[in-house]
């Protein structure tokens, strides 16, 4: 199983991304889906969560800002950024619990994308 990740790039102030992560390969279903973010000199940040069935929470830091969704038939995720700061400048991770039957839940990280917020 494999998550790609993209949508990153460079954006002024106050500006909108939208980053996706989508899982590939054999699993019977995906489970909890998460975006992570890691600036340089700091520690990996939890930033969004979703569930299969659509519980959500976010960091206290884009919450308000920041909207995650998935598409269970296309095992992808969404995160929709707005009003980004410079802060926000990260490279941002997917991950996901990967649920086989008769197999135990794994958790793949897909590779980061960079989101840069500048002027």
């Known amino acids: 199983v494999q998550l790609q990740a993209s949508g990153g790039g460079l954006v002024q102030p106050g500006g909108s991304l939208r980053l996706s992560c989508a899982a590939s390969?054999?699993?019977?279903?995906?489970?909890?889906m998460n975006w992570y973010r890691q600036a340089p000199g700091k520690q990996r940040e939890l930033v969004a969560t979703?569930?299969?069935?659509?519980?959500?929470d976010y960091a206290d830091s884009v919450k308000g800002r920041f909207f995650v969704s998935r598409d269970n038939g296309a095992s992808a995720m969404h995160l929709q950024m707005s009003s980004l700061k410079p802060e926000d400048t990260a490279v941002y991770l997917c991950?996901?619990?990967?649920?086989?039957?008769?197999?135990?839940?794994?958790?793949?990280w897909g590779q980061g994308t960079q989101v840069t917020v500048s002027s």
């Open positions: 991950n996901a619990n990967v649920i086989n039957v008769g197999r135990p839940t794994y958790v793949r």
């Open positions: 390969g054999r699993f019977f279903s995906i489970g909890i």
């Open positions: 979703i569930t299969a069935n659509g519980w959500t």
